[in-house]
């Protein structure tokens, strides 16, 4: 049983790397979560000069919703890049895992500066960041400029034969964005970055929750996973290069689904920020079982792309769902979910029993979705 992968010529013992953001400004979070399972990082998105107007960090930064996202509007660099050049890189090069380079692609010479440099200290890749969604509101959005794209591609492969992963977000271009990227000898797309511009209003104030101007913020975590994997399905019908699947990854069957929309490996930010490193130990114990379970999948690596030519066709299936009498333990919360009156609580002495009227049923499976997984009582007949 496998973990290992690769995202072009960058070698992972595991597919979890540590997202770009403000937990990896420095290497000691990853120095942390690399002992749980994380096999390599990228760092905060480094910028040669971090312009005056963003060393005044705009505060409050981050407002956690429905406790497993988040509303942020980061903006400036907490540190100066040379704290990688002049300690970071190496730290993490100590443990044997890769280390990413992230770039904030605005500045075209910027980035040429910074990989003279780290490319003197043999970094394993570059992620070129173009989609901040709240910088991209503010500055210009650079996730749909593939006039700024190109220029950025033949400007930074022309100096450096180092990998060039971009980062990308979710938008109506997010297709042409890439393939451009790609024929520029772009190594890698990694997707999705923050979704947005978000907002979260105090209703105790009636003003913003995030103190940036305009209110807005990129949205991260759980709320983002369907879009993310959406992207990455997308992507991986189009491209030749790998792709590298991030947003709202929490847990072991997030990574599993990634790794089956086609991503090569996956990036984590939201959920390590907000639970700690030890989250990859979660995530880890979850693949190793998964595996166990499915010997038919010698490694990883053979979950990539499974979705592939499954997607094609509608897949109807007009049968009631079925529930499962011995876990289901009453709460009622599918008869809540039902709007068409098609579950019944049947009192029975000793324990209530639910009965699935089947001419009301129209198989929408919401109780199947509402049915708490620790029960996991209804099954879809799917
Ligand atoms: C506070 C914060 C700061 C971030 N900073 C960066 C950054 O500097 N560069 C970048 O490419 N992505 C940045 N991101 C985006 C993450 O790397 C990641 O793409 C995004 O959060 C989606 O993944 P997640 O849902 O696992 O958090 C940041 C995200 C957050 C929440």
Redesign the pocket.
Known sequence: MSLNTQIGNVKLQTPLLL????ITETPEFFLKAQPHGCSGMVT??LRLHVPPERTNVPAPR?SVFDQDS?L?C?WGNEKPWTDWRDRGVNQVKDTGCPIII?LSGRNLDDCCDLIQTFDEMNVDAYEV?VS?SHSGALHGNLNVDLVHLQQLMEKIRGVTVTPIWI?LSYSNLLIAMAKQAEELGANAIVC???IGPGMLIDTKTAKPKLGIKGGGG?V??KA?FPIALWCVHQLSQTLAIPIVG????FTADNVIQMLMAGASAV?????P?LKGPSVFDQIMIGLQKFLAKNPQYASVEELIGLVAGRTNEHQFSSSPPVVIEKKCTGCGACIQACAFDAIELISRPGKNALAVIKNNCISCNACVGVCPPKFNAIKASF
Do not use: D, V
Not at 19 to 22: D, F, L, V
Not at 246 to 249: N, P, S, V
């Open positions: 997202a770009s953001g403000y905060r998105s981050y988040m942020n980061e992230s960041n901040c980062k999705t970055n923050s990129g991260t975590g983002i991030c947003g709202g990854i990036q984590l930010y939201t959920a920020a």
